[in-house]
T-cell receptor, first 113, second 112 residues
Framework: DAGVTQSPTHLIKTRGQHVTLRCSPI?????VSWYQQVLGQGPQFIFQ???????GRGNFPDRFSARQFPNYSSELNVNALLLGDSALYLC????????????FGDGTRLSIL | GQQLNQSPQSMFIQEGEDVSMNCTSS?????WLWYKQDPGEGPVLLIA?????ELTSNGRLTAQFGITRKDSFLNISASIPSDVGIYFC????????????FGEGTQLTVNP
Protein backbone atom coordinates (compact mmCIF):
# COMPACT_ATOMS: atom_id res chain seq x y z
CA ASP A 1 0.00 0.00 0.00
CA ALA A 2 1.15 3.52 -0.73
CA GLY A 3 2.27 5.64 2.17
CA VAL A 4 1.51 9.31 2.70
CA THR A 5 2.19 11.18 -0.53
CA GLN A 6 2.88 14.90 -0.79
CA SER A 7 3.21 17.24 -3.73
CA PRO A 8 5.15 19.05 -4.92
CA THR A 9 8.45 17.82 -3.47
CA HIS A 10 10.15 21.19 -3.90
CA LEU A 11 8.83 24.70 -4.42
CA ILE A 12 10.43 28.11 -4.77
CA LYS A 13 8.36 31.23 -4.16
CA THR A 14 8.99 34.90 -3.52
CA ARG A 15 7.86 37.01 -0.60
CA GLY A 16 4.21 37.99 -0.72
CA GLN A 17 3.11 35.09 -2.92
CA HIS A 18 0.82 32.32 -1.81
CA VAL A 19 1.33 28.57 -1.97
CA THR A 20 -0.80 25.41 -1.88
CA LEU A 21 0.65 22.13 -0.71
CA ARG A 22 -1.12 18.81 -1.15
CA CYS A 23 -1.26 15.58 0.81
CA SER A 24 -2.85 12.18 0.24
CA PRO A 25 -3.12 10.05 3.39
CA ILE A 26 -2.60 6.34 3.68
CA UNK A 27 -5.67 4.53 2.36
CA UNK A 28 -8.25 4.24 5.12
CA UNK A 29 -6.76 7.00 7.25
CA UNK A 30 -9.21 9.76 8.11
CA UNK A 31 -6.94 12.08 10.07
CA VAL A 32 -4.41 14.37 8.43
CA SER A 33 -2.03 16.65 10.30
CA TRP A 34 0.38 19.28 8.98
CA TYR A 35 3.76 20.16 10.48
CA GLN A 36 6.43 22.74 9.72
CA GLN A 37 10.05 21.68 10.15
CA VAL A 38 12.66 24.40 10.10
CA LEU A 39 16.23 23.25 9.44
CA GLY A 40 17.84 21.84 12.56
CA GLN A 41 14.63 21.59 14.58
CA GLY A 42 11.87 19.12 15.25
CA PRO A 43 8.55 19.42 13.41
CA GLN A 44 6.02 21.96 14.75
CA PHE A 45 2.29 21.18 14.63
CA ILE A 46 0.20 23.41 12.37
CA PHE A 47 -3.20 21.73 11.89
CA GLN A 48 -5.13 18.53 12.35
CA UNK A 49 -8.13 17.64 10.21
CA UNK A 50 -10.35 14.69 10.99
CA UNK A 51 -13.48 13.76 9.07
CA UNK A 52 -13.11 16.98 7.07
CA UNK A 53 -13.23 19.24 10.13
CA UNK A 54 -10.42 21.19 11.77
CA UNK A 55 -9.71 19.52 15.10
CA GLY A 56 -6.58 21.32 16.19
CA ARG A 57 -4.48 24.33 15.37
CA GLY A 58 -0.95 25.16 16.43
CA ASN A 59 0.57 28.56 17.10
CA PHE A 60 0.67 29.78 13.51
CA PRO A 61 -0.73 33.03 12.04
CA ASP A 62 -3.97 33.24 10.08
CA ARG A 63 -1.93 33.29 6.86
CA PHE A 64 -1.89 29.52 7.28
CA SER A 65 -5.07 27.64 6.39
CA ALA A 66 -6.00 24.13 5.40
CA ARG A 67 -8.86 21.95 4.38
CA GLN A 68 -9.69 18.28 4.00
CA PHE A 69 -11.65 16.84 1.11
CA PRO A 70 -14.28 14.04 1.07
CA ASN A 71 -11.58 11.54 -0.02
CA TYR A 72 -9.56 12.63 3.09
CA SER A 73 -6.79 14.28 1.08
CA SER A 74 -5.77 17.69 2.32
CA GLU A 75 -4.36 21.03 1.23
CA LEU A 76 -2.27 23.49 3.21
CA ASN A 77 -2.42 27.08 2.04
CA VAL A 78 -0.05 29.84 3.06
CA ASN A 79 -0.68 33.44 2.03
CA ALA A 80 1.60 36.49 1.99
CA LEU A 81 4.72 34.36 2.23
CA LEU A 82 7.57 35.54 4.41
CA LEU A 83 11.23 34.54 4.32
CA GLY A 84 10.66 32.76 7.63
CA ASP A 85 8.16 30.42 6.01
CA SER A 86 11.03 28.60 4.32
CA ALA A 87 10.86 25.09 5.73
CA LEU A 88 10.01 21.47 5.12
CA TYR A 89 6.23 21.02 5.35
CA LEU A 90 5.25 17.55 6.48
CA CYS A 91 1.92 15.81 6.29
CA UNK A 92 1.05 12.92 8.59
CA UNK A 93 -1.93 10.61 8.62
CA UNK A 94 -3.48 8.29 11.17
CA UNK A 95 -6.50 6.04 11.20
CA UNK A 96 -8.31 7.70 14.09
CA UNK A 97 -8.65 11.09 15.75
CA UNK A 98 -6.22 10.31 18.54
CA UNK A 99 -4.15 7.66 20.32
CA UNK A 100 -2.86 6.29 17.04
CA UNK A 101 0.65 6.58 15.63
CA UNK A 102 1.07 9.04 12.81
CA UNK A 103 2.86 8.20 9.59
CA PHE A 104 4.63 10.96 7.70
CA GLY A 105 5.16 11.76 4.06
CA ASP A 106 8.51 12.96 2.74
CA GLY A 107 7.38 16.58 2.80
CA THR A 108 7.44 19.60 0.54
CA ARG A 109 10.59 21.72 0.71
CA LEU A 110 9.46 25.35 0.41
CA SER A 111 12.06 28.03 -0.25
CA ILE A 112 11.15 31.71 -0.15
CA LEU A 113 13.38 34.16 -1.99
CA GLY B 1 6.48 26.47 20.31
CA GLN B 2 6.77 23.95 23.09
CA GLN B 3 9.25 21.19 22.49
CA LEU B 4 10.46 18.29 24.49
CA ASN B 5 13.98 18.29 25.94
CA GLN B 6 15.89 15.67 24.01
CA SER B 7 19.48 14.65 24.73
CA PRO B 8 22.12 14.29 23.66
CA GLN B 9 21.97 16.71 20.75
CA SER B 10 24.50 14.63 18.82
CA MET B 11 26.45 11.41 19.20
CA PHE B 12 29.52 10.05 17.43
CA ILE B 13 30.03 6.33 18.01
CA GLN B 14 31.86 3.35 16.59
CA GLU B 15 30.04 0.59 14.77
CA GLY B 16 28.99 -2.10 17.23
CA GLU B 17 28.53 0.25 20.19
CA ASP B 18 25.26 0.68 22.04
CA VAL B 19 23.45 4.04 22.03
CA SER B 20 21.11 5.66 24.53
CA MET B 21 19.07 8.83 24.17
CA ASN B 22 16.26 10.31 26.20
CA CYS B 23 13.48 12.81 26.17
CA THR B 24 11.96 14.72 29.09
CA SER B 25 8.99 17.00 29.54
CA SER B 26 7.61 19.21 32.27
CA UNK B 27 4.12 17.85 31.58
CA UNK B 28 2.51 14.46 31.11
CA UNK B 29 2.01 12.71 27.78
CA UNK B 30 -0.28 9.72 27.17
CA UNK B 31 1.69 8.38 24.21
CA TRP B 32 5.38 8.53 23.39
CA LEU B 33 6.75 7.84 19.92
CA TRP B 34 10.22 7.61 18.45
CA TYR B 35 10.95 8.54 14.84
CA LYS B 36 14.06 8.45 12.63
CA GLN B 37 14.57 10.96 9.86
CA ASP B 38 17.07 10.60 7.03
CA PRO B 39 18.13 13.56 4.86
CA GLY B 40 15.46 14.57 2.36
CA GLU B 41 12.85 12.28 3.87
CA GLY B 42 10.04 12.46 6.37
CA PRO B 43 10.22 10.96 9.86
CA VAL B 44 9.74 7.19 9.96
CA LEU B 45 8.01 5.67 12.98
CA LEU B 46 10.26 3.33 14.98
CA ILE B 47 8.37 2.58 18.19
CA ALA B 48 5.10 3.71 19.79
CA UNK B 49 4.50 3.48 23.56
CA UNK B 50 1.05 3.74 25.14
CA UNK B 51 1.37 2.88 28.83
CA UNK B 52 3.52 4.22 31.65
CA UNK B 53 6.35 1.80 32.34
CA GLU B 54 5.93 0.06 28.98
CA LEU B 55 9.10 -1.39 27.45
CA THR B 56 8.89 -2.17 23.72
CA SER B 57 11.45 -3.53 21.28
CA ASN B 58 11.76 -3.34 17.51
CA GLY B 59 14.77 -5.37 16.45
CA ARG B 60 17.88 -3.75 17.93
CA LEU B 61 15.81 -0.82 19.21
CA THR B 62 14.25 -0.72 22.67
CA ALA B 63 12.19 2.15 24.04
CA GLN B 64 10.59 2.78 27.40
CA PHE B 65 7.69 4.96 28.52
CA GLY B 66 8.77 6.58 31.78
CA ILE B 67 6.76 5.74 34.88
CA THR B 68 6.03 9.43 35.54
CA ARG B 69 4.74 9.78 31.94
CA LYS B 70 7.08 12.76 31.59
CA ASP B 71 9.97 10.98 29.90
CA SER B 72 10.99 8.29 27.47
CA PHE B 73 14.21 6.51 26.51
CA LEU B 74 15.49 4.89 23.32
CA ASN B 75 18.34 2.41 23.18
CA ILE B 76 20.00 1.06 20.06
CA SER B 77 22.17 -2.01 20.49
CA ALA B 78 25.11 -3.04 18.31
CA SER B 79 24.90 0.01 16.06
CA ILE B 80 25.51 -0.32 12.31
CA PRO B 81 26.27 2.35 9.68
CA SER B 82 22.66 2.52 8.49
CA ASP B 83 21.61 3.72 11.96
CA VAL B 84 22.97 7.13 10.97
CA GLY B 85 20.29 9.78 11.01
CA ILE B 86 18.32 12.09 13.28
CA TYR B 87 16.19 10.50 15.98
CA PHE B 88 13.17 12.38 17.31
CA CYS B 89 11.01 11.71 20.31
CA UNK B 90 7.41 12.89 20.20
CA UNK B 91 4.67 13.08 22.80
CA UNK B 92 0.92 13.00 22.35
CA UNK B 93 -1.89 13.88 24.73
CA UNK B 94 -5.36 12.30 24.60
CA UNK B 95 -6.95 15.74 24.89
CA UNK B 96 -5.06 17.07 21.87
CA UNK B 97 -6.10 14.64 19.16
CA UNK B 98 -3.21 13.62 16.96
CA UNK B 99 -1.07 16.65 17.78
CA UNK B 100 2.54 15.62 18.34
CA UNK B 101 5.06 17.64 20.33
CA PHE B 102 8.58 16.88 19.14
CA GLY B 103 12.00 16.99 20.70
CA GLU B 104 14.80 18.77 18.89
CA GLY B 105 16.40 15.56 17.73
CA THR B 106 19.56 13.54 18.31
CA GLN B 107 21.97 13.41 15.37
CA LEU B 108 23.63 9.99 15.35
CA THR B 109 26.86 9.34 13.47
CA VAL B 110 28.26 5.81 13.29
CA ASN B 111 31.86 5.32 12.25
CA PRO B 112 32.55 1.99 10.50
Amino acid sequence: DAGVTQSPTHLIKTRGQHVTLRCSPISGHKSVSWYQQVLGQGPQFIFQYYEKEERGRGNFPDRFSARQFPNYSSELNVNALLLGDSALYLCASSSKYSHQPQHFGDGTRLSIL
Amino acid sequence: GQQLNQSPQSMFIQEGEDVSMNCTSSSIFNTWLWYKQDPGEGPVLLIALYKAGELTSNGRLTAQFGITRKDSFLNISASIPSDVGIYFCAGQRETSGSRLTFGEGTQLTVNP
